[in-house]
């Protein structure tokens, strides 16, 4: 019975609260980078970018107190040598992608930017990698400023697109610990929600350190992030899955949410 936390730029604003300790509680938690659905049991509660929640649904339930949604701005974005409409076929660079940056340019790609992409390449020594036209970055990375060339904030893109905010990770919860009761895990992440926006400066300090990065942007991305799903997020996310999960071995549909169930 564990409370796990995907640990990526995106949720930092939970993350960080517990992992300092500014968080009091008696849940035993862990935060790791790349979480995935294969480290989720039936008894865990976690969040976990919504992809990989897709691959719970037959042993979790999607709980909307605590998500994390972008409201147009994000740190997953695409860049190009020319402008996008001047790319028509090119291998697809993914560097550092986790689940929903990658989801997420395989909805965008064709029916926003009209590319087809040859191949998708995650390795940087694959010599296609260099014959590479898009790149695309997540995370700290993507709040670098680029040498050259031309940069799409990918959220803002989903919302010209579907005029809906960009759902980035979601709270699963496993039908044991629904059965035994999880509110002391949720209760828990509320709390490093409401203690991450409290000390949101602090935990851009320590997101920046001494990175050269675009601190602007950095402050415009946390103040812009919402910690809930709306019924108009849930749609979006569902959306997401139907358009980006192809290619993929995520799957189309998620999980129940909590309140649509009984429990």
């Known amino acids: 019975m564990t409370l796990y936390i995907d640990d990526s730029l995106i949720t930092a604003m939970i993350a960080m609260p517990l992992a300092e300790g500014w968080v009091e509680t008696e849940v035993p938690f862990e935060i790791r980078k790349g979480l995935r659905a294969a480290d989720i049991g039936p008894s865990d509660?976690?969040?976990?970018?919504?992809?990989?929640?897709?691959?719970?649904?037959?042993?979790?339930?999607?709980?909307?107190?605590?998500?994390?949604?972008?409201?147009?701005?994000?740190?997953?974005?695409?860049?190009?040598?020319?402008?996008?409409?001047?790319?028509?076929?090119?291998?697809?660079?993914?560097?550092?992608?986790?689940?929903?940056?990658?989801?997420?340019?395989?909805?965008?790609?064709?029916?926003?930017?009209?590319?087809?992409?040859?191949?998708?390449?995650?390795?940087?020594?694959?010599?296609?990698?260099?014959?590479?036209?898009?790149?695309?970055?997540?995370?700290?990375?993507?709040?670098?400023?680029?040498?050259?060339?031309?940069?799409?904030?990918?959220?803002?893109?989903?919302?010209?697109?579907?005029?809906?905010?960009?759902?980035?990770?979601?709270t699963v919860i496993g039908v044991e610990a629904l059965a035994r009761g999880a509110e002391a895990e949720i209760e828990t992440l509320e709390r490093a929600v409401e203690i991450g926006h409290e000390r949101r400066r602090d935990i851009r300090r320590s997101i920046a350190g001494d990175e050269e990065i675009d601190r602007d942007r950095l402050v415009e991305l946390t103040n812009r992030t919402r910690f809930f799903l709306t019924g108009e997020d849930r749609q979006s996310l569902r959306n997401l899955m139907a358009r980006g999960s192809w290619g993929t071995t995520y799957r189309r549909i998620l999980p129940a949410f909590r309140d649509e169930v009984g429990e």
């Open 45 to 170: 509660v976690a969040l976990i970018a919504g992809p990989e929640a897709a691959m719970l649904g037959e042993t979790h339930v999607i709980d909307p107190a605590v998500a994390v949604v972008a409201e147009g701005i994000s740190a997953i974005v695409m860049r190009t040598p020319v402008r996008p409409d001047g790319v028509e076929e090119t291998p697809i660079r993914l560097l550092d992608v986790g689940p929903t940056a990658e989801v997420l340019m395989r909805a965008l790609l064709r029916p926003y930017f009209g590319i087809t992409a040859a191949s998708f390449v995650r390795d940087a020594d694959d010599p296609i990698a260099s014959e590479a036209q898009v790149v695309v970055l997540d995370g700290l990375m993507a709040l670098t400023e680029p040498e050259y060339g031309f940069q799409e904030d990918l959220a803002k893109s989903w919302f010209i697109l579907t005029n809906a905010a960009l759902v980035h990770a979601v």
